[in-house]
């Protein structure tokens, strides 16, 4: 299940977050932006949604807003144990139908150069990429995906 996260889930998200991106601390001799990220206003901004197990147990979650007619998609984590399972792009198939369902155009997107992982995974997806830009320090590779 899918769900808005709560302030009660911010802790486990913080953690999932570390978890899911401190393997890349070494590749980027920095930690990665959404390790830095306040949690606190978008999660009461809607913008942090948790998939949770038949538990209830938070196993990754995403983070996206509105950007003029597109859909930013800013953070996905999933739990290293979770990882592999389709979880992930679950999450990303919800951020998609969150844009539709807004009537947007398009789900917008970056991920560090240094994880190269997430490259394939994305185009995979259907996302194309964009460009690449250093900002705030970090070298971005950008993408977009138009809606249908």
Not at 40 to 59: E, K, M, S
Not at 91 to 120: C, I
């Amino acid at each position: 299940m899918i769900r808005p996260a709560t302030m009660a889930d911010a802790d486990v998200i913080r953690a999932c977050t570390r978890a899911a991106f401190g393997r890349y601390v070494v590749r980027m001799n920095r930690e990665p932006a959404p390790m830095q990220a306040d949690l606190a206003p978008a999660i009461a901004q809607g913008q942090v949604h948790v998939a949770t197990g038949p538990d209830g147990c938070i196993l990754g979650h995403v983070i996206c807003r509105r950007v003029g007619r597109d859909m930013a998609l800013d953070t996905l984590a999933v739990w290293p144990n979770h990882a592999g399972r389709g979880l992930g792009k679950r999450l990303v198939a919800h951020v998609e139908t969150l844009a539709r369902q807004q009537g947007l155009k398009a789900v917008t997107l970056y991920t560090n150069a240094a994880m190269v992982e997430n490259l394939p995974f994305y185009e995979g997806l259907g996302y194309s990429c964009t460009g690449r830009n250093r900002e705030d320090g970090f070298d971005r590779v950008f993408f977009r995906k138009p809606l249908g």
